[in-house]
């Protein structure tokens, strides 16, 4: 990189900018919480804070840690409720990311469903140390159980992400070939919920969070695709999920 380009990139990282909570729903959103995010050089260098206004007090806070305070800060003036999530694979155990594993375990208290989006990823790393592929029963097993056992985040044994109760946990799956890479016919995604649920039709991966009796399901990002395709995740899942103790 030419360094007038290397130091235009680092400026741009120096600048401070905003974090902001806003709830969307079918009839408008609404903006809940906004935060600045100010970088490590600005937050080290006291007399430049003090200089723009910014409070002694106010240290270095990572993106996810901003977005975990304003959802905390949330739930506390509004008090109970449900909250949800639908992190994807990258955002979990890879070493790539791990960017919502923050947020996660702030809000593990509170949470009332995460659904893992198992699908449009690369191959991921399991608790078996072995790396799944998206397209068949194995990828969503693997992925889930880390949710389901915890897991060593970025493969680090000193940093350990606690499992959720399994009553928190789901996972998501397109709904058809067009709806995202990855696509699971629905054999396949009936395997992996009865492997998480009973331990069966778990074909070569063994789930180290062992059987997970009130696990909670399915869910799909996408319900457009569906009803395309006639309603088929809908028809097919939803009598097989209703049968489930």
């Not at 741009?12 to 935060?35: C, K, M, N, S």
């Not at 072995?130 to 693997?142: K, L, N, Q, V």
Request: charged content about 15%.
């Amino acid at each position: 990189m030419p360094p007038r380009s290397r130091c235009a990139m680092e400026r741009v990282r120096e600048q401070p900018g905003r974090g902001v909570l806003d709830y969307a729903g079918r009839d408008g959103h609404t903006l809940i919480d906004r935060r600045v995010y100010l970088s490590a050089s600005w937050t080290e260098d006291r007399d430049r804070c003090q200089a723009a206004g910014v409070p002694d007090e106010v240290g270095f806070a990572a993106t996810s840690d901003l977005a975990a305070q304003m959802i905390t800060s949330a739930l506390d003036c509004r008090g109970a409720g449900q909250v949800g999530g639908g992190p994807g694979p990258l955002g979990l155990r890879d070493p790539r990311a791990g960017s919502y594993l923050p947020v996660i375990h702030a809000l593990r208290d509170d949470l009332t469903l995460l659904h893992g989006q198992n699908y449009n990823s690369g191959p991921i790393l399991g608790l078996d140390n072995h790396y799944h592929t998206m397209g068949g029963a194995d990828f969503p097993i693997a992925m889930t159980d880390m949710l389901l056992a915890g897991f060593p985040v970025a493969g680090n044994p000193d940093r350990v992400f606690a499992a959720l109760r399994e009553n928190q946990v789901a996972f998501g799956a397109p709904s058809s070939v067009s709806a995202g890479n990855g696509y699971v016919p629905p054999v396949g995604v009936q395997a992996a919920v009865n492997c998480l649920v009973h331990g069966q039709s778990c074909g070569s991966y063994s789930p180290h969070s062992g059987t997970n009796p009130t696990f909670r399901g399915l869910m799909t990002w996408s319900v457009n695709w569906d009803r395309y395709y006639n309603c088929k995740f809908q028809l097919h899942h939803g009598p097989f999920l209703k049968a489930l103790p």
